[in-house]
């Protein structure tokens, strides 16, 4: 079956460091992918892994882990328009892209 | 160069109703699909096609049907509309490499 899970809230300080994770099971996998979706908007693409290890793209840095199914997203030097969902994801080897629920991130001065 | 457009953005449907989601994209993208979003949640696949005449189920499918005649366009169906089905509805393009484009949402209440 499929099961992507992420935490469901969470809160950080304007300046601070946060890191969302992602725990994965899925029937494949072909890459693990992070978006930010602010309130009624579609999803933004922040990050893409599908090897092992960290990508680093500005203020945000992304973690894969296939052995473990795991992944985390680092968000650096928080800002407030930073509060937004992060949703994970997983492709499927049939290009099929399966999400989590989605982690609610609330910035706070 | 207008990337994935979904039409409407808002409608209201009564039960029973039927209609028709719009979506096309000029990228001349292979994978195209439908999503689901629920208040305060993830996305749920509702239906995917892989190019020109293939279509295949997602998570979430019943209640829905798709076609995909053209590599351009991917119309959602839904035949008898019930409460249920109150959403918004993503419909995302993609080639072979990453990159999914989202188009900007259609917001959907039955009543």
Not at chain 1, 25 to 35: H, K, R
Not at chain 1, 41 to 66: I, M, Q, W
Request: aromatic share 12%; proline share 4%.
């Amino acid at each position: 079956g499929q099961n992507i899970d992420q935490p469901t809230e969470m809160t950080a300080t304007e300046g601070a460091i946060v890191q969302i994770n992602c725990t994965y099971q899925t029937s494949g996998f072909n890459g693990l992918f992070w978006y930010q979706q602010h309130a009624g908007e579609a999803p933004t693409f922040l990050s893409y892994n599908v090897l092992d290890g960290l990508e680093e793209k500005g203020r945000f840095s992304s973690f894969l882990s296939r052995s473990k199914g795991y992944s985390y997203l680092l968000l650096k030097e928080l800002q407030m328009k930073d509060s937004a969902s992060y949703l994970c994801a997983v492709r499927e080897f049939n290009n099929k892209l399966i999400f989590g629920a989605g982690t609610r991130l609330a910035v706070h001065p | 160069n207008a990337g994935v457009t979904q039409t409407p953005k808002f409608r209201i449907l009564k039960i029973g109703q039927s209609m028709t989601l719009q979506c096309t994209q000029d990228m001349n993208h292979n994978y195209m699909y439908w999503y689901r979003q629920d208040p305060g949640m993830g996305l749920k696949l509702i239906y995917y096609s892989v190019g020109a005449g293939i279509t295949d189920k997602g998570e979430v499918p019943n209640g829905y049907n798709v076609s995909r005649s053209t590599t351009e366009d991917f119309p959602l169906r839904l035949e008898l509309a019930a409460p249920s089905q109150t959403s918004v509805y993503f419909c995302a393009s993609s080639e072979d490499s990453y990159g999914y484009t989202f188009g900007s949402g259609t917001r959907l209440t039955v009543v």
